[in-house]
């Protein structure tokens, strides 16, 4: 992405929404388990925490699964067009790939995780981060040691306490970049601020994507629903004040992912 843009991403159903939440936390993951500090290793487990949090709460498999088929059933649609535009081997290619992904995960028998309740060291860990800086040496003395460890083996435990997780998560990561490649962009201006986006209810609309210029001195607020969309551009609090949204008219991009 062009380092002279900030993109913003407003997920019109709560399943993309889980999603890409999953994806921030494990970009942040995977950055510190590349790390070789017992600062990044640290980090990285609390940020697996996080990630274990939210399959918890949410059936992440069942729902990749469903997405995967979704998709299936578009691209089935758009194989039996005439249409001459379509890469047909590209197409089939993809068709290939989201099934393969769509086996994978119906193999992975229960529910994701469960390996992790036999691994007394991680269960200690993840009890005791639950308590504020209650990991350290003299509270985990068995957590310290790991920590000391050389990096080989630091990165062997990650992986195999991750496995699960990421192969579900390599899926999220196919799924999202359908999504964000099916944008349709459009040059807009936000009159005094403020934008308000009618949707076509008849398409399956997923994502909404605002990307500003960094010169442009305002953060984006997006709100709404299937049916419409309210996008604010709000000025940075000065002086302890609050944000206000902007009085000037504000020129964007607005994509609209349909995918």
Not at 121 to 124: C, E, V
């Given at each position: 992405?062009?380092?002279?843009?900030?993109?913003?991403?407003?997920?019109?159903?709560?399943?993309?929404?889980?999603?890409?939440?999953?994806?921030?936390?494990?970009i942040q993951f995977e950055h510190h388990t590349q790390g070789k500090t017992t600062a990044d290793k640290r980090a990285a487990l609390i940020i697996f925490f996080?990630?274990?949090?939210?399959?918890?709460?949410?059936d992440i498999k069942s729902e990749t699964i469903k997405e995967i088929e979704r998709h299936v059933n578009i691209l089935n649609k758009i194989a039996v067009t005439s249409n001459e535009n379509v890469d047909t081997i590209k197409?089939?290619?993809?068709?290939?790939?989201?099934?393969?992904?769509?086996?994978?995960?119906?193999?992975m028998n229960g529910k994701v995780g469960t390996h992790l309740s036999e691994n007394d060291?991680?269960?200690?860990i993840m009890q005791r981060s639950a308590i504020p800086g209650g990991t350290c040496s003299f509270d985990l003395p068995e957590f310290h040691y790991?920590?000391?460890?050389?990096?080989?083996?630091?990165?062997?435990?990650?992986?195999?306490?991750?496995?699960?997780?990421?192969?579900?998560?390599?899926?999220?990561?196919i799924i999202l970049d359908f999504i964000r490649s099916s944008r349709h962009v459009t040059q807009e201006v936000a009159q005094a601020g403020f934008?308000?986006?009618?949707?076509?209810t008849s398409l399956p609309n997923q994502l909404i994507i605002v990307t500003l210029d960094k010169m442009q001195p305002y953060f984006v607020e997006i709100s709404g629903?299937?049916?419409?969309?309210?996008?604010?551009?709000?000025?940075?609090?000065?002086?302890?004040?609050?944000?206000?949204q902007s009085s000037e008219n504000v020129s964007f991009s607005l994509g609209c992912c349909i995918f």
């Open positions: 992405m062009n380092d002279n843009f900030i993109t913003y991403e407003f997920p019109l159903n709560e399943r993309i929404r889980v999603f890409i939440r999953l994806e921030q936390l494990f996080d990630i274990i949090a939210i399959f918890k709460r949410n197409l089939q290619g993809i068709l290939t790939k989201l099934g393969e992904l769509s086996q994978q995960l119906y193999a060291l991680f269960q200690s790991w920590l000391s460890q050389d990096e080989p083996t630091r990165i062997k435990d990650l992986n195999l306490w991750s496995q699960p997780f990421t192969a579900v998560f390599s899926a999220i990561r934008f308000q986006l009618t949707l076509d629903g299937k049916h419409r969309c309210a996008i604010r551009f709000m000025n940075p609090p000065q002086n302890k004040l609050r944000p206000a």
